[in-house]
């Protein structure tokens, strides 16, 4: 067989990866693990995952201690690495925001449409009661939640359909999306205030949800890089 016809065999598999990189003292081995993890998260359009990030390290590497050292190295500069959304991305400052809005003459928000009143109340209601229809964000509201306003939110990939519901017909239930955690610059859900202890402090009810009074964190992402330095704009719109 000709070493082209070899080539062409169709069980041929690259080199693999170095991962555990051995052959290098250990302080140059971390400085290329460290390496390899930023140009992976700095390649990508999303938050990496974890899982990600193993696939280019050893296995006995640290990925938490790595990105610290990372995000030392990035102290004194314009953009950092951020844990959001299930994986690390790196984002550019809050306080270059209106710099980079300067510089390219594009509005806050870039890239996604402004969020009205309605849709920014029905959103917090998802984020905070998912799984949940939207016969039940209807009869919380007193009104109907429109199909239209349910059509916008999946639209920006804010929610995503759930689980069927066990009520009869079994509808659909909403759920926020890994979307929603990134342009909220959240990590998990877990740092959404307690609804109860809210309840319970007298800072959110029923009647103050009616009336529009949106916490800030929801009416607009507080860590999240160059698109939130202005914020969501809140409209007055009905349902």
Known sequence: MSQA????KPNDQPALLDTELEHLPAELRWREWMGRVEAVIFAASEPVPREVLARVVGRNCNIDLIIDDIRAE???????LVSVAGGWQH????????IIHAAFGTPAGQG???LSQSEALVLMCIAYFQPITRGELSSFFGKEVSRDLIGVLRAQDLIA??????????PYTYVTTKNFLS?????????????EALEDAGLLSREKLLAGDIPVGLARGEDAGEEEAGGNIVKNQPF
Request: no cysteine.
């Open 5 to 8: 016809s070899a080539r062409r």
């Open 74 to 80: 990035l102290a004194g500069r314009p953009y950092e």
């Open 91 to 98: 984002r550019t400052k809050k306080a270059f925001g209106e």
């Open 112 to 114: 996604s449409k402004d």
């Open 161 to 170: 359909s759930g689980p069927r519901s066990p009520q009869p017909g079994a």
């Open 183 to 195: 342009q909220f610059g959240l990590d998990t859900l877990r740092p959404l205030p307690d609804i």
